[in-house]
């Protein structure tokens, strides 16, 4: 049904190791197989579904629209819950629910009843993303935002009707204590939306909401002794200017050392924050690293970690409205993102779906203090043949390529190694925008070398996946991109 699920097969694609600039040996350890609204289509059910593009390794429901992750993944009680944004009766932006699905691994899924449906005053125009926070004594809500009937944003809350299912399988909007949060006159009510995981500091609990004032990207800061009534701070936690809406803040620690993870509300003399929007005017998501001053209420990224469009991302593909969550189970903290997948509204209808959740990562910070590093979780392992197809050993010239054959499925997993006679040739060159600007065509530095994806037989058409080798203050930097305009 979702992540997990049967690769499917497909004879017009092939898989190709390239050298499209550089001379390399390759060696393959293994390979195994804001929205625009459509009101005559949301909410017309798909007839059938188009499987040929379909993922095995990425989660995604039977049919229909999907969006953001940001509505709220945890653990809880042995079980891993992921909550997202999903249109139930169309395979286009609309009828938003909160959907629910859980799973023991992070790679079979149960699906659930939605947890969150639009039925109140304070919610009745749509229930947006927010986040889940775990509360003393082992008991979630989730902070989320709602249209209310007047299309203000408010922030709402739910809890689970029943603490001792384990599915927690159905949830409780109070009319008490809704909305939590009521926009004053100062804020603006049409951008005000995304709720963050709740940290506790001081003696109190706190949340950002992402807003704007005019051009300038906004993280309003709210306070609770008692998790029920909430002030906002008198200064934002963090502002930006020429950045516009701030979507889906997230705002976590992260450890000086070693790859563990930290629990939200963990601080130390040595802990770094992290601070991640995803810009509504770019769809991408932008992170800054830095430190969060407890007692100033303020969070300011380090000298060097760049606040704007120029900043540093977590992916440069098809990313966005990403959500964290500390992984209690493996002490790890895990990053789920949105690939939109749309291929437009008359397509989307036809194919019965549109959307997934990218692949689950693990991220930490880099020994250098500067950037995340982050890989796939080990889980995805699971997911890989017994009896790999091996190719060792292949020396590519520059322009050169092998296809591996054997390869049935129309996904693969791959393990590959490059490795060259000298480094010396990755050029000192500024690496932004390398990988838009150079595609997999023009050379620079060392590189580009990877696969072709997706090819066609006769390497008409072809989706690069690929490296590039930069030199940067003495050091190298390696580049990995993606090309789909092939």
């Known amino acids: 049904m979702m992540c997990g699920e049967k690769l499917r097969s497909s004879t017009a694609t092939s898989l190709h190791v390239a050298a499209f600039c550089v001379v390399v040996a390759a060696t393959i350890i293994g390979v195994q ?69 859980v799973s023991k691994d992070l790679i079979n899924w149960q699906a659930l009843e939605p947890a969150i449906e639009a039925t109140k005053p304070f919610d009745i125009k749509g229930c947006w993303s927010g986040s889940a926070t775990i509360l003393p004594g082992n008991k ?8 209310d009937k007047h299309n203000r944003q408010v922030q709402d809350y739910a809890v689970p009707t029943n603490l001792s299912d384990p599915y927690l399988r159905s949830w409780v909007k109070p009319s008490k204590g809704n909305p939590f949060i009521d926009p004053d006159r100062s804020v603006n009510a049409s951008a005000f939306r995304d709720p963050t995981t709740a940290w506790f500091v001081n003696g109190e609990w706190h949340t950002v909401v992402g807003s704007k004032r005019d051009m300038v990207g906004v993280a309003y800061l709210y306070t609770s002794k008692d998790f029920k009534k909430w002030v906002r701070a008198k200064e934002p936690l963090h502002s930006a200017r020429g950045t516009g809406m701030w ?70 593909g098809n990313f966005y409205a990403s959500k964290s969550f500390f992984d209690y189970k493996k002490h790890r903290r895990v990053l789920w993102g949105w690939a ?10 036809d194919k019965g779906w549109a959307g997934i959740q990218l692949i689950p990562r693990k991220v930490w910070l880099d020994p250098s203090g500067k950037q995340l590093l982050q890989w796939p979780i080990k889980e995805l392992e699971m997911l890989r043949s017994p009896d790999p197809r091996k ?36 050029a000192d060159l500024p690496a932004q925008d390398v990988c838009h600007q150079k595609g997999s065509t023009v050379p620079g530095g060392l590189g580009p070398f990877g696969l072709l994806t997706v090819a066609s037989e006769k390497l008409e058409e072809f989706t690069p996946v690929m490296f590039r080798v930069f030199k940067k203050g003495g050091k190298h930097v390696v580049l990995f991109c993606s090309d789909a305009t092939r």
């Open 340 to 349: 939109n997948e749309s291929d437009g509204e008359a397509r989307d209808k």
């Open 247 to 316: 979507e889906c803040p997230d705002f976590y620690p992260v450890s000086p050392t070693g790859r563990r993870g930290l629990d939200t509300s963990a601080l130390g003399k040595e802990v770094k924050h992290v601070f991640k929007v995803s810009l509504d005017l770019t769809r991408f998501d932008y992170y800054t690293i830095g430190v969060y001053d407890k007692e100033k209420e303020k969070y300011v990224p380090d000298l060097g970690s760049v606040d704007s469009w120029a900043g540093l991302r977590y992916d440069y």
């Open 33 to 101: 197989g804001s929205h625009k609204v459509y009101p005559e289509l949301q909410s017309l059910p798909a007839e059938k579904v188009d499987e040929t593009h379909r993922t095995g390794y990425h989660f995604q429901p039977p049919k229909h629209w999907i969006n953001d992750s940001h509505p709220g993944p945890m653990y809880f009680n042995g079980l891993y819950h992921l909550f997202y944004q999903y249109n139930p009766k169309g395979s286009v932006w609309g009828n938003i629910v909160w959907a629910h699905s």
């Open 140 to 147: 979630p809500v989730i902070l989320y935002t709602g249209v």
């Open 391 to 426: 190719l060792n050993s292949k020396v590519l010239k520059h322009g050169r390529h092998v296809e591996v054959d054997g390869i049935t499925g129309a996904q693969a997993d791959v393990e590959v190694t490059f490795s060259f006679r000298s480094l010396d040739r990755g």
